[in-house]
């Protein structure tokens, strides 16, 4: 049955809550399915790439071109940068955790002794965050203030500026992370080679890689090309899709070095 199905069930008995399977771990597609609102509608989810199966992009809103604007802009202060960047972190990870397990879920509200049959997190035991440093930790202490106690994985990948390979220094994950869903995150995917190191890493320690939500703010279509190819069954959110690379590997028209204009170094 899914989740569309055991919604509607729960609007007039609770027992599917406790008899329906509706995730197994095992199982990648029983991962990533759409939730379903109290309102009888499908749940907003990113937008799929044209040409990819399993990369989506954010909904485009006003305020989140204008939140991109000003990351974008070379004249943003440290200040404003942060600010913007965590306003657009919050969204991305928000339409991101579209991709976790809910189950339906009825209470009993306030008022009248009324009931709201809504949705809840499910298997949040089994989930944990990954970064790649130092960039990412922006976006992990993000995940970690909304989902305390979540364990949250490094990797340390530093990319060589004369051949753009990435080179491994350190990675610290959480026990049993081979049973654990896991959202890998990294503000810039560039070329993708530091995701992709990162994502092997993971699948040599055992993950799944339909276990995999790679989450980023901007991304290049080289760097989507060659995780999508290289791991066909790793689900990718980002914020936007830039247009390709320079000489140098840089996205354009990117937003420079997202660790230091976050963090105020050079």
Sequence with gaps: MDLKAAYNNATTT???LQTTPLHDAKNG??????????FQAAASL??????????????????????FTQLRDLNSSQEIFVKSARHLI??????ALNFVPFMPKI???????????????????NLCVVSI???ADSMADHIS????????????IQRDEKTAKPN?????????IQAKRVILVDPMLATGGSAAEAIQILKDDGVPEHCILMVCIVAADEGLQLLTKRFPQVRIVCGEIDRGLNSQKYIVPGLGDFGDRFFGTN
């Design 14 to 16: 609770s027992s599917s």
């Design 90 to 95: 919050s969204i991305i990870l928000s339409e």
């Design 133 to 135: 440093l130092r960039a």
């Design 29 to 38: 597609k029983s991962w990533f399915v759409k939730p379903w609102t109290s």
């Design 107 to 125: 209470v009993n509200t306030p008022v009248d002794g009324a009931t709201y049959t809504g949705l809840e997190m499910t298997d949040v035991e």
């Design 145 to 156: 203030h909304h989902l305390p106690g979540l364990p949250v994985g490094k990797i340390l």
């Design 168 to 176: 491994v220094f350190f990675k610290k994950f959480p026990k049993n």
């Design 46 to 67: 990113p937008d799929k790439v044209p040409g990819y199966e399993r990369v989506h992009v954010i909904k485009r809103t006003y305020f989140t071109i204008s939140l």
